[in-house]
C-alpha cells in the first residue's frame, strides 16, 4: 500500500487528534517532545493542552480506566472536564491529545469517546510488529517487578491465537467482535483513522507523521532535549536476565506493589537503561524463535483488521509480519553473570527513589558531570563507577544477594515501612 502524501495527511484548523496508542511504539517519546516543545507548537498552531506529559487522567475518565496509582479507583469526570476545557480554549488551533492506553477501549467506550469529545475529532494509532511489541512489553512489566519469565508471559499473551491479550494493556482484545482499528472507524469513519506502521529497524516516521498531522515544520519533534527517561530503551538479555533475580528475590521477601513500583520502575531500572551502556557484543533481549510463527499469524490478522477498516496507513503493513529479529529460546535460561555496573547504577536508582518520591532516580547520561548529592550517591554505596569502568564479574545469585542485603534495611526504613 503506498503511503499517503504528507498535506493528504494534515487534519484541518481546529480539529484535535487523538493519539491512543498502542504501548510500546514510541509513545513516550512523542509525548516528551510535545511537552517539552509547548511553546514552539503554539507558534506552529497547535496545543498541546495542560501541563503534564501525557493526557492519561481526563482520557481515562472516557474509557473508564481505573489505575493503581489512584487505589484502584475510577478517573474522575473533573479530570476530563479539565481537559475538554482545556482543549476547547483555543478552537482556532490544531490539538494534540495522547495517551497510548486509550487503545484498550471496547466499542461502547469508543462510542462514549465520540460523544464526549467536541468538533472535528482525528484518531492515530501507531502499530509495531508484535514479535518486536511483546518482549518490550514484557521488559515493562520487569520494570516494575513482574517476577514472571518471558516464556511464561508469551504463552499467557499467545493464548487465543492469533488473537493477542496483554494483561494491563489489551489493546487487541476482540471482545466486542472487532479489532483495534475497525471500532475505531467504525464510529468516527475510516476518512477520520489514521494508523502508522513502525518498522521494524531503521528508520521511523512516527515523528514525521506526526508533524504531517499536525502541520508543524519538519524536524521540529526531533529538536525537544533528550534526557535519559526519554530515550526509554531496551533491556539487554543480561539486563533483563537480573532484573528478573531481583524481582523474584523481592517477590520472596513480600515486598509491596507500590514499593516495587517506587524502588524499582523508578529507581534502578530506570537509572540503568538510562547511564549504562551496554557493550558493543552484549545480546540485546528479543523474541524467543518459538514465538515467532504464532506473532505472525498474529500480525496477519492485524493486517487484515487495517486493510477492511479503510484507515489511512502511512508505512509498511508488511513490516507486521516480517523482519523480525529473535533471540534463541535458551537465551534468558543460563545464570547469568553481572556486569558491576548493572549493579552499582540499579542499587543507587534504589536509593535515589527512595530517598525522593518524586524525585527522578536519573543522574545526568554517561560522560557527563553528576552533581554531587548525598540522595544520588549515600556513603552506604559503593563510589559511582568512572566514565570507563573496569568491568568485574560476579555470579548473578551472589550480586543479587548482596545488592539486596545492603539495599533493603535502608529502602524499607526510607519508604516507611
Known amino acids: 500500500m503506498a503511503a499517503p502524501d504528507p498535506s493528504e495527511l494534515l487534519i484541518p484548523e481546529g480539529a484535535t487528534l487523538l493519539h491512543i496508542g498502542a ?8 509525548q516528551s517532545a510535545a511537552s517539552k516543545l509547548r511553546p514552539q507548537l503554539a507558534d506552529a498552531g497547535v496545543t498541546y493542552p495542560l501541563k503534564g506529559l501525557n493526557h492519561q487522567r481526563g482520557t481515562s475518565y472516557l474509557i473508564g480506566r481505573t489505575a493503581e496509582a489512584w487505589g484502584g479507583a475510577h478517573a474522575k469526570e473533573e479530570w476530563w472536564l479539565d481537559l475538554k476545557a482545556a482543549i476547547g480554549a483555543h478552537p482556532d488551533r490544531r490539538t494534540l491529545v495522547s495517551f497510548e492506553v486509550i487503545c484498550e477501549a471496547d466499542i461502547d467506550a469508543v462510542r462514549k469517546v465520540r460523544a464526549e469529545m467536541d468538533g472535528d475529532v482525528h484518531i492515530v494509532i501507531v502499530v509495531r510488529s508484535f514479535a518486536s511489541l511483546l518482549p518490550s512489553m514484557w521488559q515493562q512489566w520487569l520494570k516494575t517487578g513482574y ?51 513502525l518498522p521494524p529497524s ?7 507523521a506526526f508533524e504531517s498531522l499536525l502541520g508543524l515544520p519538519d524536524g521540529l519533534l526531533a529538536s525537544a532535549p533528550v534526557d535519559g527517561h526519554d530515550t526509554n ?44 551502556e551496554p557493550q558493543q557484543d552484549e545480546p540485546r533481549l528479543a523474541l524467543p524463535e518459538w514465538a515467532l510463527p504464532a506473532c505472525q499469524d498474529a500480525g496477519r490478522l492485524l493486517i487484515e483488521d487495517i486493510v477492511a477498516s479503510g484507515a489511512r496507513v502511512v508505512g509498511d503493513l508488511d513490516g507486521l509480519v516480517e523482519g523480525s529479529r529473535t533471540m534463541p529460546n535458551d537465551a534468558l535460561d543460563a545464570a547469568p553473570t553481572v556486569d558491576t555496573a548493572i549493579a552499582v547504577e540499579a542499587l543507587t536508582g534504589m536509593f535515589a527513589a527512595a ?20 540522595a544520588a550517591r549515600p556513603a552506604a554505596v559503593a563510589p559511582a563507577a568512572p566514565s570507563a569502568p573496569t568491568v568485574r564479574q560476579a555470579s548473578g545469585g551472589t550480586l543479587v544477594r548482596e545488592l ?14
Open 233 to 276: 530503551r531496551g533491556m539487554t538479555v543480561p539486563e533483563a536476565a537480573f532484573a528478573l533475580q531481583v524481582n523474584r528475590y523481592l517477590e520472596g521477601e513480600g515486598a509491596e506493589r507500590l514499593d516495587l513500583r517506587q524502588l524499582l520502575w523508578m529507581g534502578s531500572y530506570d537509572r540503568v537503561l538510562a547511564r549504562r
Open 147 to 197: 517476577a514472571g519469565s518471558l516464556d511464561d508471559f508469551l504463552h499467557h499473551a499467545l493464548r487465543e491465537q492469533p488473537v493477542v491479550r496483554i494483561g494491563g494493556s489489551d489493546a487487541f482484545h476482540r471482545t466486542d467482535g472487532r479489532g483495534l482499528v475497525s471500532r475505531w472507524t467504525e464510529v468516527f469513519g475510516a476518512d477520520q483513522v489514521t494508523v502508522i506502521v
Open 404 to 417: 539486596l542485603r545492603r539495599a533493603r534495611r535502608r529502602a524499607r526504613a526510607l519508604v516507611g515501612r
Open 23 to 30: 504501548p510500546k511504539t514510541g509513545s513516550t517519546a512523542l
Open 355 to 374: 530517598n525522593g518520591p518524586k524525585r527522578k532516580a536519573l543522574a545526568p547520561a554517561a560522560g557527563k558531570p553528576a552533581k554531587a548529592s548525598t
Open 202 to 208: 531503521g528508520p521511523s516516521p512516527l515523528f514525521g
